[in-house]
């Protein structure tokens, strides 16, 4: 599947808005350690796919996204 380069931009501003989400959630005091490990890690899992998606972007205008074939485990 190829995104457009405005499909790609669209994603990552989606990934901008849940990654504000996140940060703004660490900010309840009533989070335990579990769930602000969790959080600060999804994160930073969305922040490293921003970052690929921007690079492909910066470098050929369209995004790439390969499926695992049903086939392959886990």
């Known amino acids: 599947m190829e995104l457009s380069p405005k499909a790609t931009k669209f994603i990552i ?4 808005y849940r990654i504000k989400a996140y940060r703004d ?3 309840d ?3 335990d350690e579990d769930e602000i490990s969790d959080i600060t890690n999804d994160a930073m899992f969305l922040e ?14 369209k995004a790439k996204i390969s499926y695992p074939s049903e086939t392959a485990s886990i």
Do not use: F, I, Q
Not at 13 to 16: G, I, K, S
């Open 48 to 61: 490293e796919l921003r970052k690929e998606l921007v690079k492909t972007l910066n470098n050929n205008g």
């Open 29 to 31: 005091r009533d989070l």
């Open 25 to 27: 959630s660490l900010d």
């Open 13 to 16: 501003e989606a990934l901008d």
